[in-house]
């Protein structure tokens, strides 16, 4: 049966409105404690009232040495619960369905309580011992079970864009020679935080996960992807969304997107995971900007599209397309909104308003 964009869809037993979704994109505008603020709140009150049928947000950390950036949301601490109820009450009051987006930064991490560079050892997937790996695991359950206390439909883990759990996926930031070694380790440490997620929640609850192929050609290929969400399936995987892995950010944000001419860079691998895995729910992103390709993504047999930067820009372009008025997205991909310190805006819209 063909699947029409604004067509129902279900992730488990979880119903949206419609196939598109918005992919996780940090705001860096929280409180610095990580808590939720009142901008940060009007951003999902404003995605929910443009007609998006899901929303993932910006990834929240989940121990406080784990936080990537000032600004960025936290699910490390029970402090942090009564902020983000109002973000999942507000989404839910439009119709929209909301994922909290649980996170490590890894290598790339900025510890709480630190600003910008920091003296203190910042640790990758080669330099945590297994005592420490444990906490990680109970981290990463712990914030699943208060995204669920603070009414979010369910998470979605960041195993992507080089924060730690991709780190620990691709053999080329992985050579540790114990358990967690390479792309079998890390398949392993995630197998088990959806295992712990999954006997903490309610069996509503969904858990997905976004991942990718590795740029380096020493890293994942899409059979090794493929392999790893096998066995996150069988762990109680709900759905994955798919961009790039390791990679540099050139490749994970493309510049210069052009509609109907270079879009969806990432469709490549989302239909080869679909091809071996028909039936499980699927949703790609990267550099979708036009409708016409929403639709064709569909038709190739992808459950639903998301979007980032578009929807900083135009966080209405769900009902102006719903509306038929099928014009590309306004973004003209020069991803200044993801580069640009400080919080996440568009800037063209910015100085258009001026």
């Known amino acids: 049966?063909?699947?029409?964009?604004?067509?129902?869809?279900?992730?488990?037993?979880?119903?949206?409105?419609?196939?598109?979704?918005?992919?996780?994109?940090?705001?860096?505008?929280?409180?610095?404690?990580?808590?939720?603020?009142?901008?940060?709140?009007?951003?999902?009150?404003?995605?929910?009232?443009?007609?998006?049928g899901l929303i993932i947000t910006g990834h929240a950390f989940v121990s406080p040495d784990g936080r990537t950036k000032e600004g960025q949301l936290g699910i490390h601490d029970d402090y942090?619960?009564?902020?983000?109820?109002?973000?999942?009450?507000?989404?839910?009051?439009?119709?929209?369905?909301?994922?909290?987006?649980?996170?490590?930064?890894?290598?790339?991490?900025?510890?709480?309580?630190?600003?910008?560079?920091?003296?203190?050892a910042i640790k990758g997937a080669n330099d945590f011992s297994l005592k420490e790996i444990e906490k990680i695991r109970s981290n990463f359950i712990t914030a699943a079970a208060r995204a669920e206390k603070a009414g979010f439909d369910g998470i979605q883990i960041h195993g992507a864009h080089r924060y730690l759990l991709s780190e620990f996926l691709s053999p080329v930031t992985n050579t540790r020679n114990d358990e967690y070694g390479g792309r079998n380790g890390g398949t392993r440490l995630i197998k088990d935080i959806i295992k712990g997620i999954r006997s903490s929640v309610s069996e509503?609850?969904?858990?997905?996960?976004?991942?990718?192929?590795?740029?380096?050609?020493?890293?994942?290929?899409?059979?090794?992807?493929?392999?790893?969400?096998?066995?996150?399936?069988?762990?109680?995987?709900?759905?994955?969304?798919?961009?790039?892995?390791?990679?540099?950010?050139?490749?994970?944000?493309?510049?210069?997107?052009k509609p109907h001419i270079n879009e969806a860079y990432n469709l490549d691998v989302a239909l080869y995971i679909k091809n071996?895995?028909?039936?499980?729910?699927?949703?790609?992103?990267g550099g979708i900007r036009s409708i016409e390709t929403a639709e064709d993504i569909l038709r190739q047999g992808i459950n639903a599209v998301a979007l980032c930067r578009p929807l900083i820009m135009e966080p209405d372009l769900p009902y102006r397309w719903m509306e038929n008025d099928r014009r590309p997205a306004t973004c003209i991909s020069c991803a200044r909104c993801i580069m640009e310190n400080g919080p996440v805006i568009c800037h063209i819209k910015k100085a258009l308003k001026k």
């Open 1 to 52: 049966m063909e699947r029409e964009l604004f067509s129902t869809w279900t992730i488990g037993s979880l119903e949206i409105k419609n196939r598109l979704v918005r992919s996780a994109t940090g705001e860096r505008n929280a409180e610095a404690t990580g808590e939720v603020n009142d901008e940060i709140a009007n951003i999902y009150k404003t995605l929910a009232e443009g007609g998006i």
């Open 80 to 120: 942090c619960i009564d902020g983000l109820t109002k973000i999942a009450g507000t989404v839910h009051a439009s119709g929209s369905r909301i994922l909290l987006q649980i996170s490590h930064g890894g290598s790339r991490s900025q510890p709480l309580g630190t600003k910008g560079n920091t003296d203190r």
């Open 204 to 257: 509503g609850f969904v858990v997905t996960i976004k991942v990718g192929t590795d740029i380096d050609e020493n890293g994942n290929n899409q059979n090794d992807l493929l392999l790893s969400i096998e066995d996150f399936i069988k762990a109680g995987l709900d759905c994955v969304e798919i961009s790039k892995g390791i990679a540099p950010l050139d490749s994970t944000v493309k510049e210069k997107i």
């Open 276 to 285: 071996h895995l028909p039936d499980f729910p699927i949703i790609v992103v």
